[in-house]
C-alpha cells in the first residue's frame, strides 16, 4: 500500500489495480513532498476511514536547521511510526487511509488553524486580529502552553525554535498543510456517508505511557476519545471498549485524552459522520528507546484491525445498511 505519490495543492488521484491512491497539498520547502497520501479500495469493504495526523516524518532542512535539539524534539512531537500501524490495519480491513506527511513540528493538524501563538511570528499579531476572534478560550490556553497550531515549546524541554517563524511561512504552512489535509478528509467522509449513510472516522494517535489510575491494576494502553460523548456514537464507544475488554487490553475513555479539534472538526453524529480518537501506548509498538517499530507491532496492528471490522460493521447498521452487511456475510 504505496504511501508516496508526488504532491500538488490540488488532490490528484492515482489509479493502481484494486485501490486509489490520492496526494494532495504541499509541504513548504518540500516542493515535491505532498502534505497527506489517501489510499482507498475501489469498493469500499467497510464505511471506516483511518485517518494519522501525527506520524509525518517530512522535515525541510531550514525547518530543522532552527530546532535547538532537532532529535528530541521530533521523538516528542511525533506519533512515531504510528502510520505504521494504520497501513496494516487498511491492508488487513479495506478501511480508507489517510496519512499526513506534514509533520506535527511544522504544523498540527489536531489544532484549530487559528490557535496561534503570535510570539513565535516575525511581527506578532496583526493589527486587524484581535485575540477575540480567535475559536475560544481552550485555543488560547493551548497556544499559551506552547503546543498550538505550531508547536513552540515542549514540557520539561523548554523552546523548539531558534528565533521566530515568518508570517510568510505560516501562511503558506496553514494553506499547504491544515486546509487542505481538512478539506480532503471533510470531503472523503461525505463521499461515505452518501455511500453508506454514515461513516466513522478513527483518528489514530500513539501516547506516552500512562500510569494506573488510583484503584485500577494497570494503566490503559489504549484511550479512546468523542469529546465526551459529543462526535460518536455511544453504541459504537461502548462496542470499542468492550471490544479491548474482551481481548484482555486495558482500555479507558476520554481520560486523559478526549480528542481536538479533528474530531470537533469533522464528527457530526446526527449528521451520519462518527468520529473517535484512538491513543495507543507507545510501548505496545515500539522498542524499548520508543523510537524504533518493535516486536508488538504486528500484534497491536491485528488488535485494532478487529476493532475496525467491529465498529464499522456497526457503522453500517447506523446508516441503514443491514442488507449490506447480510450480504457480506
Known sequence: MPLSPPGTHEPAAFPQGDELRVSGGRVPGLDDVPAYSFVVPRRMRLPVLVAVPHAGRAYPPQVTARMRD?????????????DRLGIAIAKATGAGLLIAHAPRALLDLNRAEDDIDWDMVEGGRPENLSPQSQSGPACNRRARSGLGLVPRRLPGSGEIWRGRIARTELTARIAGIHRAYHAFLAGELARIRADWGAALLIDLHSMPPLRAAEGEDEAPQIVLGDRFGITCHHGLMASALRHFEARGCAAAQNRPYSGGYVL????????????????????????????????????????LASLVRETGAETSLLGGGSDLLQAAE
Not at 532537532?70 to 504510528?82: H, I, K, M, T
Not at 473517535?276 to 496492528?301: I, N, W
Request: some cysteine; glycine content about 8%; overall charge negative.
Open 70 to 82: 532537532p532529535l528530541a524534539a521530533q521523538l516528542r512531537l511525533e506519533d512515531r511510526f504510528v
Open 264 to 303: 470537533d472538526r469533522h464528527g457530526s453524529p446526527q449528521t451520519g459522520v462518527h468520529a473517535m480518537q484512538v491513543e495507543v501506548c507507545r510501548t505496545t509498538y515500539l522498542d524499548h528507546r520508543l523510537a524504533e517499530p518493535g516486536a508488538g507491532l504486528a500484534s497491536m496492528a491485528s488488535l
